[in-house]
């Protein structure tokens, strides 16, 4: 089929276009951007006055619960809510049930997320089978079978010589590894950050250097073997700043960070709100300015979701008890475009590391809207209002602390490899 979307502003930061004008798609492709090449009849049109025309957004990591926890949502039901935030390409992190620790597995993914067909999904291999932590996976295989990249998910693998061994692995095979930073001992148990807030509220608290602790392990690890590794997502400042050292000292490290991170704080856990539970714990003003400083800077490479739908009952529990983790699939686009209203980041700079620059740390081609590139696109009214509500969220998932908000940016429509896949209706 052959597109013409008209009149709206194309952004792509990847190849730095900013202008008003024309994006021509035909058989998957994008034909052209800016100008309408001559001849080209299309067999759809759409009108894209007032709204933005960019990349379809990169998510570095959403959790769909395929397989294993249905219940929580499916790839068919957590694709479709990414496709209505704009995403066109998703990362599934292993800890799935069973876990992605073989290529089985990793195809079962795919093949779901073909059949759904409302977004590319990337699963991301195990680094140790199970996510047990005692050896490591044939990484190298299931690369060979579509994973992106390698993680043990939450589960920090203590044993240093192993992980050394996966790092060697991965540099060997020139792999990613995506790891996240917290110290195993000084979180265990915890569920908000170790200050005032959880000191009054009675709430065990999790360190800010059980995230720094552990990102100076990696960083020395990464040193010594040469692996390209990313870490996220993070929460404090001084995290930011280590990864700023190393990189400014050539090591191959990006980073990343949760929409919901760089806007809410340790306060928004204040009524006991479940909702607002994640992990890694939403920390101090200072800590959110500092990953906002991190963006400016270029240390942080992308924004992510983070998205862990749940069903009703996981958040019902006590705070302490109840499951960490918020839907945001959905949400991911409008709250990053606070940043621009904020003056934090420019739009553009805010479409990059939703985009391009997610891209680049896995190495795959999207993310622009270069000619010859797949059609993946989002299209957006920036100036739209919408409130987060049951009614307005496609998720399985409604267990967010955005609940109630009134946030400033709709999709309007997403392509993927040029098929309409999402329309806002009315």
Known sequence: ???????????????????????????????AAGESPEPFTADREIDASGLVVCPGLVDLQAR????????????????????AGGITTLCCPPDTDPVTDTPAVANLIQELARRAGNTRVLPIGAMTPGLRGEQICEMFIL???????????????????VLRRAMEYAATHDLTLFLRPQDPWLSANGCAHEGAVSTRLGLRGIPGFAETMEVARLLTLAEQTG?????????????????????????????????????????????FDSRAYLRPPLRTQRDREGLHRGLVRGVIG????????????????????????????????????????????????????????PARILGIPAGTLSPGAAADICIFNPERYWTVAPETLVSQGHNTPLMGWELKGRVTHTLLEGRLVYQLKG
Request: aromatic share 2%; proline share 5%.
């Open 1 to 31: 089929m052959k597109i013409r979307i008209h009149g709206g502003r194309l952004i792509d930061p990847a190849s730095g276009l900013d202008e008003i004008g024309t994006l021509c798609v035909a058989d998957g492709r994008i034909v």
């Open 64 to 83: 769909l619960r395929e397989p294993g926890q249905e219940h929580k949502g499916t790839i068919e039901s957590e694709t479709a809510a990414a496709a």
């Open 143 to 161: 690369s060979q079978s579509g994973c992106v990249a390698f993680s043990n998910a939450e589960r920090a693998i203590v044993n240093t010589e």
């Open 227 to 271: 692996a390209r590794i990313h870490l996220g997502p993070l929460s404090t400042a001084r995290a930011i700043q280590m990864i700023g050292r190393a990189q400014y000292d050539g090591l191959p490290v990006s980073a990343s960070v949760s929409a919901h991170h760089l806007h809410l704080t340790e306060l928004d856990i204040n009524d």
């Open 302 to 357: 992308a924004i992510c979701s983070d998205h862990q739908p749940h069903d009703i009952d996981a958040k019902l529990a006590p705070f302490a008890e109840s499951e960490p983790g918020a839907t945001a699939v959905e949400t991911l686009l409008p709250l990053s475009l606070r940043l621009a209203d904020h003056g934090v980041l420019s739009l553009s700079e805010v479409i990059a590391a939703l985009t391009w620059r």
